[in-house]
């Protein structure tokens, strides 16, 4: 069984830069715009906002 972590957008097993990266490039994104990657809508509300980053920030370092 394999554990995702939350917030590893990139899948390498360790929450960091480079997926802050991923998430700033869709920061402010909603369901509909081009772009929009709901494996980043970490609260589910539709929108990649400061909520979501929030929930990354928890989550940065962490590592499976």
Same mark, same amino acid.
């Given at each position: ?7 590893? =957008?990139?899948? !390498?097993? &360790?929450? *960091?830069? +480079?997926?802050? @990266?991923? =998430?700033?490039?869709? /920061?402010? @994104? +909603?369901? $509909? !715009? *081009? $772009? /929009?990657?709901?494996?980043?809508? @970490?609260? %589910? *509300? %539709?929108?990649? %906002?400061?909520? *979501? /980053?929030?929930? /990354? &920030?928890?989550? =940065? %370092? +962490? +590592?499976?």
């Amino acid at each position: 069984m394999t554990v995702r972590l939350i917030a590893d =957008f990139n899948d !390498d097993g &360790v929450v *960091d830069t +480079s997926d802050h @990266l991923l =998430f700033v490039a869709v /920061f402010g @994104l +909603s369901e $509909g !715009d *081009d $772009g /929009f990657n709901a494996d980043m809508d @970490l609260d %589910g *509300d %539709g929108t990649i %906002g400061i909520p *979501d /980053f929030l929930i /990354f &920030v928890d989550n =940065f %370092g +962490s +590592s499976a």
